[in-house]
């Protein structure tokens, strides 16, 4: 008996620290934690340095973020999934953001669908496929600084118009 009581309480204990989930979006009381602050804006040549290439991958982006780069109004917005957040926002043929390493990168516009930032390309590309809440699928493909091969993501996007 004694022996069932210190297993379960040291399991009710091990499983107490499990809902620590801190992405982007996870539901918070809002006294507990600060309104979110914007990542730092940086070209992809300060912002990737000195990171393998192994570990950039796209990031959601906060509210915060998206508020810092100048909202979404009059611009695309690829997300990887229909409902999450924004990872690429851009205008067509213009300029664009991508959150990679912590830091939101500017992308100039270097032909269509194509987006760089020094050595960093960001490509873009719709699919004749939709999602079940009806936005248009998209291919991202980010090729960082450095990479022998290229990062492919689907998911999916929208346009202000």
Avoid at 126 to 134: F, P, Q, S, T
Wanted: hydrophobic fraction near 35%; glycine fraction near 12%.
């Amino acid at each position: 008996m004694k022996t069932t009581f210190i297993l379960t309480t040291g399991l009710a204990v091990a499983l107490a620290g499990c809902n620590q989930n801190t992405a982007i979006g996870n539901d918070r009381e809002a006294q507990l934690d600060p309104p979110a602050k914007a990542s730092p804006i940086e070209p992809a040549s300060s912002a990737l340095q000195n990171i393998s290439t192994a570990l950039v991958k796209p990031e959601t982006m906060s509210d915060a973020d998206v508020s810092a780069i100048g909202g979404k109004e009059g611009r695309c917005v690829f997300r990887l999934t229909e409902v999450g957040y924004p990872t690429f926002v851009y205008e067509p043929g213009s300029q664009g953001f991508i959150k990679l390493n912590g830091k939101l990168i500017p992308v100039s516009a270097a032909g269509t669908d194509r987006y760089t930032s020094g050595d960093l390309l960001v490509t873009t590309r719709l699919l004749d496929d939709e999602g079940n809440a009806g936005l248009q699928a998209q291919e991202l493909i980010v090729v960082p600084p450095g990479a022998g091969d290229e990062l492919g993501y689907r998911g999916y996007s929208i346009c202000d118009q």
